[in-house]
């Protein structure tokens, strides 16, 4: 089964992401977590999008469609996962595009979309108790502008292609993970 996890900076695509992973024995692949160790280990990569993700702005879909392209070709070929769930990629409608010429290239499909429903408020709450480099005030407010401009518009892509599901993401993270795995059955 592949998935792609899909919501609003916030939203809890990671948390969701990890629990239900154990589940389906899926592999987990967050562009945001690849992006950060590239930044922690000073390759290259990382040096060249170090301050695009300190703005909360997006990094070019070449540099994640090469990521996400190594992942599916991997994932393909390991008989101990049973697919991978993508969280926090696609963003832009480019890279929906360049998913699909990878799926399809790899002889695979997306199964589902979940989609995880936050109010802006909320997320603004959750992202200050967090503290992450990229959760200042100011650079939150870009990745839900960034969000709702060019991420949020691209579930049109997926219109009667791929099963797209909204999950009420503003519950308790169990209710949440629940109400995912009711749907996956
Ligand atoms: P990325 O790492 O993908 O960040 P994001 O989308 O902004 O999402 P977050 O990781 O902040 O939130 P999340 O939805 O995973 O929620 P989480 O589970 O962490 O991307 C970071 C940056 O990398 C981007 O800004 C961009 O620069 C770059 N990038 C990444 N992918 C890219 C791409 N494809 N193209 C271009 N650039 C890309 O939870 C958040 C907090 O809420 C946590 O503290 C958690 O404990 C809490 N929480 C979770 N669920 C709940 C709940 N139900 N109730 C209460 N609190 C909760």
Redesign the pocket.
């Known amino acids: 089964m592949n998935l792609v996890?899909f919501?609003?900076?916030?939203?809890?695509?990671?948390?969701?992401?990890?629990r239900i992973k154990r589940r389906f024995k899926l592999e987990h692949v967050?562009?945001?977590?690849l992006?950060?160790k590239a930044i922690e280990s000073k390759t290259e990569l990382g040096k060249r999008?170090e301050g695009?993700?300190a703005?909360?702005?997006?990094?070019?879909?070449e540099?994640?469609l090469e990521l996400i392209d190594d992942v599916v070709g991997r994932v393909g070929s390991d008989e101990t996962v049973a697919g991978w769930l993508l969280?926090?990629?696609?963003?832009?409608s480019g890279?929906a595009v360049g998913l699909d010429d990878i799926v399809a290239a790899a002889g695979q499909e997306i199964d589902a979309i979940v989609v995880?429903d936050?109010a802006r408020d909320?997320?603004l709450k959750?992202?200050a108790?967090?503290g992450?480099t990229?959760?200042t005030p100011a650079?939150v407010s870009n990745?839900l502008d960034?969000?709702e401009e060019l991420t949020e518009p691209i579930l049109k892509h997926y219109e009667g292609k791929v099963s797209i599901h909204r999950i009420d993401?503003?519950?308790?993270?169990e209710?949440?993970t629940e109400a995912i795995e009711r749907l996956l059955k």
Do not use: N
């Open positions: 996890m919501g609003p900076p916030g939203s809890g695509k990671g948390t969701q992401a990890e967050s562009t945001g977590d992006l950060r999008v695009i993700l703005a909360g702005e997006l990094v070019s879909d540099i994640v969280d926090g990629f696609p963003r832009t890279q995880l936050v909320a997320i959750r992202l108790a967090r992450r990229d959760d650079t990745r960034v969000y993401g503003d519950q308790q993270i209710e949440v």
